[in-house]
């Protein structure tokens, strides 16, 4: 089924998100790209631009992201968050927290985060979370992207060895549900920061994040290091524990590898 919005916004609990919907049955160049041209038009807080295909889908880093028809969940959310723009990186673990939510709610599979954005199921990644930012008259803005592979064929065979999908671990493929049950979730994880910064989602990002406690390879483009996730901090940096004591890793450029793999 498409995801048309007649079939999904009857589930939709939201006051702004997903209220203004643009949806493509066929083929977009990027939902970010798209949407990214509608907030410089002044388009609203909440408005989603979701399609059923990508020919130039973007990734963090510059990388592509693979998206064909129908297999996953390609969408992005304009954000005009009511948050000091500094404390705007906290909008990434919002999205991830969300997402992670929805796919245990629709799913029952039980998505973890792996700091700072990406969701993986079985130790292979199933989401990934794309943030760009600008600025304009009415102050800054956020288009949150959000890559969810539902259907096997949603990414390329030879990424099979750190990518997953929904239906290859048995969940109900119900993609209106998810992206309904995604903007609720995020509608909430947005207020609670917009309230308390990073403090309103804390707890529950520490329960959904599965870095905390592995050994991890922070990898940046002048250095590395390694050590044990201990937790994160009042702003979502990740403390790490090195040999030379705690180092403090903000959510940017970096990589976080698991010792062991991608986890
Ligand atoms: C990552 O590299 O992990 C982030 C991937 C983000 C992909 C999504 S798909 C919808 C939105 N549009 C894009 O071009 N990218 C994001």
Redesign the pocket.
């Given at each position: 089924m498409s995801l048309t919005p007649a079939t999904w916004t009857p589930l939709l609990t939201t006051r702004a998100l997903g209220r203004a919907v643009n949806h493509y049955e066929h083929t977009l160049t990027?939902?970010?790209?798209v949407l990214k041209d509608m907030a410089k038009h002044g388009a609203p807080h909440g408005r989603l631009c979701l399609c059923e295909k990508?020919t130039a889908?973007?990734?963090?880093m510059d990388?592509q992201?693979s998206?064909p028809e129908g297999q996953g969940v390609?969408?992005?959310v304009l954000l005009r968050p009511s948050l000091p723009v500094e404390n705007a990186p906290v909008i990434t673990f919002c999205c991830a927290l969300a997402m992670a939510k929805a796919v245990r709610q629709v799913t029952g599979l039980d998505a973890q985060i792996k700091w700072p954005n990406?969701l993986v199921l079985g130790g292979k990644k199933l989401c990934?979370?794309?943030l760009e930012m600008g600025f304009d008259a009415q102050g800054y803005y956020v288009v949150a992207?959000?890559?969810l592979n539902v259907r096997r064929g949603a990414y390329p065979p030879e990424l099979a060895h750190q990518a997953t999908s929904i239906e290859e671990h048995g969940g109900v493929p119900d993609r209106g549900a998810i992206v309904a049950a995604y903007l609720g979730a995020l509608e909430d994880a947005l207020a609670a920061v917009e309230q308390q910064g990073f403090a309103g989602i804390a707890e529950d990002f520490r329960r959904s994040c599965i870095t905390l406690g592995s050994q991890v390879n922070v990898i940046g483009t002048d250095m590395s290091f390694t050590g044990v996730a201990e937790d994160v901090d009042p702003a979502g940096a990740l403390l790490v524990r090195t040999e030379d004591g705690l180092r403090r890793v903000l959510a940017g450029d970096v990589s976080v590898r698991g010792v062991m793999g991608y986890v």
């Open positions: 990027s939902t970010n790209l990508q889908g973007r990734g963090r990388r992201w998206s390609w969408l992005s990406d990934g979370i794309l992207g959000t890559g």
